[in-house]
C-alpha cells in the first residue's frame, strides 16, 4: 500500500505549478484560507519579496527569531531535494506524516476552488504554523508580489531583497512593471523594509507604492568591513560584527535586511549576541555553498537563476579562486539552466569564465538545452544525473573541485542522485 506521504507528492507533482492564464490570482487561495477558518491570522506574518536573495533573506529572519525564543515558522520554494523543505517550523522540517495528515485533510478544499500546486501547499504552511501555535512565520513569495498566492496571506510586514527583471512572460517585460508587480502588496502592509536597491528605477517605484498607501518604508543601511574568507562573509552592521557560513557580499545585504526586521519586531528583546550566534549558523542550502558528501568530489552549488544571480556568482567563485578558497587546479563546471531562461547569454558568460564546462539538461527544460547542444567548447551529457554522476560522483570518473552553476532543479536532481535525501546544511 502505497504511503500516504508518498501518495500525496504524486498528487501534488501531477498538478500545474500555476494557473493556467499566469500564477496572476489571488482570489481562489484566500477563499480557501476563509474556508479553512483563517489559519494565517492566528499568528503575525512577514513576507519577502523580490528577484534575488529572498529564501536567503527569509531563512536568516526565521533563524534569529528563533533564537530570541519565538516560535518561528519558515516557507520557501522552490525545494532542493525533499519537497518538506519548503515548510519548516523552529528550524525543523515538516514531518511526513504531518505533510500528509495536512494535504489530505485540506484536500477537499483543494479540490473546490482548484487549487495548484504552489497554492495548495501555501494553504498547507498556514495550516501547519497554526497547529504549532506559531508566533510568527516568516513568508517567502513565489513570483513577483501582488498576484501571488503568498500575498493572499496578508503578511502586514514585508521585506524587500533586491529587484531585477525575472519571469518577463508572466509579470510583464522591464524593470518598472516587474518592480511594481512586487511593489503591489505595499497597499496592505503596515511596515516594509528594503536592502539599498541596485537599479534606481526599482527603489522609485517601491518609494512611490509606499506613499500611496499608509505602509512605512524604510532602505536598510549597507553593511561595513564586507569581508569574504573560508569561513564565509563577515561584516558589520549597526556597530556589531556578524559573521554567515556562506559566500559573497548580497549574503551581507540579505542578514542586514533580516537583521533590522528581527529589530522591528523585538524591539528591545532584540540582543546581538544572540543574532551574531544565529547566523553564524546560517547556512541556506545550494546558494554559494561547499558540500563534502562521501565518496563524491568536493562540491560548489550556485543556483543563480537570473542574469543578476549569475553575475554576482561568478564574481564571487572568481575571488574564492583568487583567495584560493577553491583550487585553480582540475576545476570542473557543471552547468544547466531552466525555464525561459536565455542559455546561450548564461552559457557565454560561464564559458568566458571558466575552461572545463560541461552542459546538461535540467528536468523538463528542453528547449533552454536544446539552444545549447551545438555550445563550442563545452562536453554535452544531455541526462543530468549521469553528468552529475561522472562530475561529482559518487564514484565520479576523475577527481576534481566540481561547481554546479544554473538551475536550483539541476542542483537537486545532481545531489539526490549522490545519496542525499536531506538537504546538507539546514
Known amino acids: 500500500m502505497e504511503k500516504p506521504f508518498k501518495k500525496a507528492v504524486g498528487e501534488l507533482a501531477a498538478l500545474s505549478y500555476m494557473p493556467d492564464k499566469g500564477r496572476i490570482r489571488t482570489t481562489e487561495i484566500a477563499l480557501a484560507l476563509a474556508a479553512l477558518g483563517g489559519p494565517h491570522l492566528e499568528y503575525s506574518r512577514a513576507q519577502v519579496i523580490g528577484t534575488n536573495g529572498k529564501g536567503a533573506a527569509a531563512f536568516f529572519l526565521a533563524r534569529l527569531l528563533s533564537a530570541h525564543g519565538l516560535k518561528t515558522g519558515l516557507y520557501t520554494s522552490p525545494h532542493l531535494v525533499n519537497i518538506r523543505e519548503r515548510i519548516a517550523f523552529d528550524g525543523k522540517l515538516i514531518s511526513e506524516e504531518d505533510f500528509a495528515g495536512l494535504y489530505f485533510r485540506f484536500k477537499p478544499v483543494f479540490k473546490k476552488f482548484r487549487l495548484t500546486q504552489f497554492e495548495r501547499l501555501t494553504v498547507m504552511a498556514a495550516g501547519y504554523f497554526s497547529q504549532n501555535k506559531a508566533d510568527l512565520a516568516v513568508l517567502e513569495t513565489g513570483i513577483g508580489g501582488g498576484g501571488d498566492a503568498v500575498t493572499a496571506l496578508c503578511a502586514p510586514l514585508l521585506l524587500y531583497t533586491a529587484i531585477s527583471p525575472e519571469h518577463e512572460d508572466i509579470l510583464g517585460h522591464g524593470l518598472r512593471r516587474i518592480a511594481a508587480a512586487k511593489a503591489a502588496p505595499l497597499a496592505n502592509c503596515r511596515f516594509a523594509f528594503s536592502t539599498p536597491q541596485p537599479r534606481r528605477g526599482a527603489a522609485d517605484i517601491l518609494r512611490a507604492a509606499a506613499k500611496n498607501s499608509s505602509a512605512k518604508l524604510v532602505f536598510t543601511r549597507y553593511p561595513r568591513r564586507v569581508r569574504l574568507t573560508a569561513r564565509g562573509t563577515g561584516f558589520e552592521y549597526r556597530g556589531h560584527n556578524y559573521q554567515v557560513p556562506m559566500f559573497g557580499k548580497e549574503c551581507a545585504l540579505n542578514?542586514?535586511?533580516?537583521?533590522?526586521?528581527?529589530?522591528?519586531?523585538?524591539?528591545?528583546?532584540?540582543?546581538?549576541e544572540k543574532a551574531r550566534a544565529a547566523l553564524s549558523g546560517a547556512v541556506w542550502p545550494g546558494r554559494l555553498q561547499i558540500i563534502r558528501l562521501k565518496n563524491c568530489n568536493p562540491l560548489l552549488v550556485s543556483c543563480a537563476h537570473n542574469a543578476a544571480s549569475l553575475d554576482a556568482d561568478i564574481a564571487v567563485i572568481k575571488t574564492l579562486l583568487k583567495k584560493r578558497i577553491i583550487p585553480h587546479d582540475n576545476l570542473r563546471v557543471l552547468f544547466g539552466v531552466s525555464g525561459g531562461r536565455d542559455s546561450r547569454a548564461f552559457f557565454k558568460k560561464v564559458s568566458a569564465v571558466f575552461k572545463n564546462v560541461t552542459v546538461t539538461k535540467v528536468p523538463g527544460s528542453e528547449c533552454a538545452f536544446e539552444k545549447l547542444r551545438a555550445a563550442?567548447?563545452?562536453?554535452?551529457?544531455?541526462?543530468?544525473?549521469?553528468?552529475?554522476?561522472?562530475?561529482?560522483?559518487?564514484?565520479?570518473?576523475?577527481?576534481?573541485?566540481?561547481?554546479?552553476?544554473?538551475?536550483?532543479?539541476?542542483?537537486?536532481?545532481?545531489?539526490?542522485?549522490?545519496?542525499?535525501?536531506?538537504?546538507?546544511?539546514?
Open 255 to 272: 542578514a542586514a535586511l533580516a537583521l533590522e526586521a528581527a529589530r522591528h519586531i523585538l524591539g528591545a528583546e532584540f540582543h546581538p
Open 376 to 426: 563550442k567548447g563545452a562536453e554535452i551529457i544531455e541526462d543530468c544525473r549521469e553528468a552529475g554522476r561522472r562530475i561529482v560522483g559518487p564514484r565520479p570518473a576523475e577527481k576534481c573541485f566540481a561547481v554546479i552553476i544554473g538551475s536550483i532543479y539541476l542542483a537537486g536532481a545532481v545531489l539526490e542522485s549522490a545519496g542525499v535525501s536531506a538537504i546538507p546544511g539546514r
